[in-house]
């Protein structure tokens, strides 16, 4: 068996023992998560040392690896088919990293304990599954699978708005994967096994224009498909205008569960994007490149705009994660080799900044219960209202304020740190493709820099003020989720070629498939 | 013609249940034995059901010339015989010692078994009263109680209507063809040219009736109202087996008299189409505002109404199987959903949505199980519902139906707001009372028997496709 399917159900036979276990067992409980977490973790390392780079996969069997392939529901030629290639490995490495670690940002969670760790290790599984699927079925049951568990730790664990956030973020991808389920079964109806003649669900025929029939010629069909599929992506990214689940969200969702959104779970969108609207629909994709691009741009710009009007850190960090995966779609739109790879190797750079920056946050909230910049006109004790919430934490809280002002640098794109590449690269191959799009998009790190230094400003510069004179410094545990992220931060900065030829072989080859199906369809 | 004896081997299910039906009379009758009614009825539709399934999959020919014998009328014979032996076993926990409350259920299970079968218009006219009276007064059953009493005058009311105009309609089918045989009727429509309004009427008035008994829009009116009054047990039995017999006896009229593409004066799939969307769109719409649950879930089931239509619209063998493999999904989620409703109800005399606050803490199995339901009601995968769903759209698709499937896909993410608000309820809420409500090892195995089928037909349900599949075999050509 493949070690992507030890992977994807470990999890789920740590949520049986878990049911075995008193719930009053509460160490007992997490230690457990963490062993299974941490086992996914250790066989995704091992499975990332033997990747083989040089393998394209996208749409040749021959070029996956680690690969499952077994029939599930033979009259409807429904398979069991995972595998990985270089769009998918290093978003499998990612979850199972940020699963581990948010396992022991999860450690001060008292309520329901049993509960919580359960939806979480269901989370993680419907999230591997979902980077490996390769059975378009398959891929739609992990995807939704992920919903439910996101909707009960937000809406039970969350903030005080916990009910309104977890309900909008479950009605809005509710609604997107619903659209994508009739594109799937419209694609199904249209695809024919090349051996059998059977219709198929694998989506690698799929990607085979010449095994697509008639009526998926048509144009407006075509059309009709790309926009089913790129809504239900959309919303996951979460592109302006299905956006707005987002800020609410990550300010009512756990720490935790903050750093698996934005680091994983938006990744979804781009990756679903990539894995699929590309090679199955080259020509329409190639149509409407220009708007993928134009949207990226707007995302990079509002986002950034409403991070710098955020009284509320974590609102800020939501937002500032909207405007980085604006980046990502703009790089993914550019079709030249440098963009797409700056896109997901922004993808897993942002990751890992973002899940650093959501941990941060949460460190802060859990010592000073409260995370405004500026406390809000509506703050309940009225001599606070206006006032700064913080300021001159660096006297106060050394090492917290260094690795947050490092994972801030990141986010802002500092070179030597490992987002400064992805968002270069992407920027550099979007230019030839959409000059004016990029120029403009350029101006968004400057924004980004304006609000992250006047955050920082605000926070650890200063005098630091008398109720905060008790606040401790970071302690073991949490540092013990953020040194990892620093250190791949750092390390990925200075030499990211372990990231990037990972990848590179299969992207360029996406690019190439794109081209070539566009060229085809005579564009 | 005559009728040879030999024939009755082929009606043997219906045999054991008329039999049983008079043992029940007489159980009820000896008053040390009343109290083991409900073990009676439970043997006596099992046994049905395994002579059901050793039928299996029947002759394809006609009995007594009126009476098919084919894979179809047996999964439905099957399907009727679990349905009311879950509803039975749902009573056990309410009802204690009402013999003749077990009598009423297995008759109506008789009833739907000959509507199954039905291929003559006498028959089925029949058959669907032998179902509607005992449902009648399973109603009322609650003597006490004004609500039960009103819910049973609705239904008699409706029913009264409905059924009359339904046999209007059977009269003007037969004076346009002479004949009340189902295949008579199909012979007269492929040889000789029919007035298209008289036709129209006909199929219009028939579908009115039938429709009263799915619940479809505009005959749902009853639905809710009885569906709050009656006894829960009874509630979740009128959800599932009436519906579906309703809808059987529509499949095979359909199926039979009018083949596919032979659309003068009556075109169904269209029909159909605007049947689907009207009452899934009304049922999701008119659920959001349901604060008792009973309510709530019976504007659910009209929405499912609407969506198992959606597989009579597309017309084809892939919407008809997808129809059969709904069905079954349905009856384990459906009785699931009522059963779980009152769990709590028993406990806090009301089922509105307050009593279920925090009902995650209170009860957690129930709750857990209970919102199993739902989302599979929603169509959330891995769980079954989410299947049924699939091959209800894919069938859609292929018949290149998309505005009804993006119809369909709009009301199934209204219903998640609905169902949501249920779950939002249990867990996401503080309960408001802490005594925990009790759940018996009775409760935790009925609730398992209904939950694992779901789950286990999310991840796998090949045989059942196929069952679904081979019984969509009607004995006319």
Redesign the interface.
């Known amino acids: 068996m493949s070690p992507l399917t030890y992977m994807t159900f470990l999890p789920v036979v740590g949520i049986v023992i878990l049911l075995f276990i008193p719930r009053d067992r509460h160490n007992l409980i997490r230690w457990t998560s963490a062993f299974f977490t941490g086992l996914v973790l250790i066989i995704g390392a091992v499975t990332w040392v033997n990747f083989d780079p040089s393998k394209t996969g996208i749409n040749q069997e021959g070029g996956f690896q680690f690969i499952d392939h077994v029939s ?5 030629n429904i398979e069991y088919f995972v595998g990985a290639d270089g769009l998918s490995m290093p978003m499998i490495g990612l979850t199972a990293l940020l699963c581990f670690l948010c396992i022991f940002a999860s450690w001060g969670i008292t309520k329901a304990v049993k509960g919580y760790f359960i939806m979480f290790l269901l989370l993680e599984a419907g999230m591997i599954g979902t980077f490996v699927a390769l059975d378009f079925f398959l891929f ?2 992990f995807w ?2 992920m ?2 568990p996101m ?2 730790l937000i ?2 664990w969350g903030g005080p708005r ?2 309104y956030a ?2 909008k973020f ?2 809005y991808t ?2 997107g994967s ?2 994508m ?2 594109v799937i ?2 694609f ?2 249209n695809t024919r096994d090349p051996v059998t003649g059977a219709h198929t669900f694998n989506m690698l025929d799929m990607m085979n224009q010449g095994l697509q029939g008639d ?1 998926l010629k048509g144009g407006t069909v075509r059309t ?1 498909m790309f926009f089913g599929l790129f809504i239900g992506f959309a919303i996951k990214i979460p592109m302006v205008p299905f956006h707005t689940w987002l800020p609410d969200a990550h300010v009512e969702a756990p720490t935790a569960i903050s750093v698996i959104l934005a680091g994983v779970l938006l990744k979804m969108g781009t990756y679903g994007i990539l894995r699929i609207s590309y090679p199955m629909l080259p020509d329409t994709t190639m149509q409407f490149a220009w708007f993928i691009a134009f949207m990226g741009m707007v995302n990079i710009i509002y986002g950034a705009f409403c991070a710098l009007a955020q009284k509320d850190l974590k609102k800020l960090v939501a937002y500032s994660s909207i405007s980085h995966m604006g980046i990502v779609m703009l790089g993914m739109a550019s079709f030249t080799p440098a963009g797409i790879n700056g896109a997901v190797f922004q993808m897993f750079n942002h990751g890992c900044v973002t899940a650093m920056l959501f941990l941060l946050v949460g460190v802060i909230y859990d010592r000073a219960h409260h995370r405004f910049l500026v406390y809000p006109k509506d703050y309940p004790e009225v001599e606070l209202r206006g006032k700064l919430g913080f300021g001159g934490l660096a006297n106060q809280m050394p090492v917290y304020s260094g690795i947050f002002a490092l994972a801030f640098f990141a986010a802002m794109g500092l070179p030597g740190l490992s987002a400064f590449i992805s968002e270069a690269l992407s920027f550099v191959g979007a230019f030839p493709t959409w000059q004016t799009f990029t120029i403009i998009s350029v101006f968004g790190i400057i924004i980004t820099a304006g609000y992250i230094l006047w955050a920082i400003q605000r926070m650890f510069l200063g005098t630091l003020p008398d109720r905060w004179k008790t606040l401790s410094d970071i302690n073991g545990r949490e540092l013990f989720t953020l040194i990892p992220l620093a250190a791949i931060i750092i390390f990925l900065g200075v030499f990211p070629q372990p990231v990037l030829h990972m990848m590179d072989a299969t992207l360029n080859y996406l690019n190439e498939v794109v081209m070539l199906g566009a060229r085809a369809a005579g564009m | 013609m005559p009728f040879p004896l030999t024939h009755l081997v082929y009606f043997s299910p219906e045999l054991i249940l008329i039999i049983g039906f008079v043992v029940l009379m007489i159980v009820d009758v000896i008053r040390p034995l009343r109290r083991g009614a409900g073990i009676v009825a439970l043997v006596i539709l099992g046994a049905a059901a395994i002579a059901a399934i050793s039928a299996w999959p029947g002759t394809s020919q006609t009995i007594f010339a009126t009476y098919a014998h084919d894979p179809f009328a047996l999964f439905f014979k099957v399907f009727f015989c679990l349905a009311t032996m879950v509803a039975v076993l749902f009573s056990l926990f309410t009802f204690k010692t009402d013999a003749e409350y077990y009598l009423l259920l297995v008759g109506s299970a008789l009833g739907m078994s000959l509507l199954s079968g039905a291929h003559d218009l006498i028959l089925l006219f029949l058959a669907i009263e032998m179902v509607s009276i005992p449902s009648y007064i399973l109603a009322g059953v609650y003597r006490g109680k004004r609500s039960s009493g009103e819910a049973a005058l609705k239904y008699v009311l409706y029913g009264a209507v409905s059924t009359g105009v339904m046999l209007f309609g059977m009269s003007l089918l037969y004076g346009l063809t002479g004949s009340t045989d189902f295949e008579m009727i199909r012979n007269h429509f492929l040889q000789e040219s029919t007035s298209p309004i008289t036709l129209f009427l006909a199929m219009l008035f028939i579908m009115a009736g039938l429709g009263y008994k799915i619940a479809m829009v505009p005959f749902h009116f009853w639905c809710p109202d009885v569906y709050e009054g009656a006894p829960t047990p009874i509630t979740a039995f009128f959800s599932v087996a009436p519906k579906a017999a309703g809808l059987a006896a529509l499949l095979r009229l359909t199926v039979t008299l009018l083949p596919e593409g032979w659309e003068a004066g009556w075109d169904w799939p269209v029909m159909f189409t605007l049947a689907s969307a009207a009452t899934m769109t009304l049922g999701n719409l008119a659920a959001i505002r349901q604060q008792n649950l009973k309510r709530l879930l019976a504007y659910s089931s009209i929405a499912h109404a609407g969506y198992i239509l959606m597989g009579f619209a597309a017309a084809c063998f892939l919407g008809f199987q997808a129809v059969l493999f709904y069905l079954v999904v349905y009856l384990f989620m459906n009785f699931g959903a009522f059963f779980a409703v009152d769990i709590v109800a028993r406990k806090e005399g009301s089922e509105t949505l307050r009593d279920f606050r925090g009902l995650g803490y209170r009860a957690p199995f129930t709750a857990v199980v209970f919102a199993i339901f739902l989302f599979s009601l929603v169509g959330l995968p891995p769980l079954a519902g989410f299947i049924g769903k699939f091959y209800l759209f894919a069938a859609l698709i292929q018949q290149h139906m998309i505005p009804l499937a993006i119809i369909g896909i709009l009301n199934s993410g209204v219903s998640l707001w609905y169902y949501v608000k249920i779950v939002r309820e249990m867990f996401l809420r503080d309960p408001l009372k802490s005594e925990p409500i009790p759940e018996g090892v009775g409760t935790k195995l009925l609730l398992l028997f209904l939950v694992v089928p779901i789950v286990v037909m999310g991840v796998y349900w090949s045989p059942i496709i196929a069952i679904a599949g081979e019984a969509f075999k009607l004995v006319a050509p």
Not at chain 1, 72 to 76: G, L, N, V
């Open positions: 599930w529901i033979p009259a409807f739609y049951v939704e699978i919903l439910l909707y009960f809406g039970v916990r009910e977890a309900i479950f009605l509710f609604f619903l659209l389920l009739l079964i419209a199904y109806l009526w009709l």
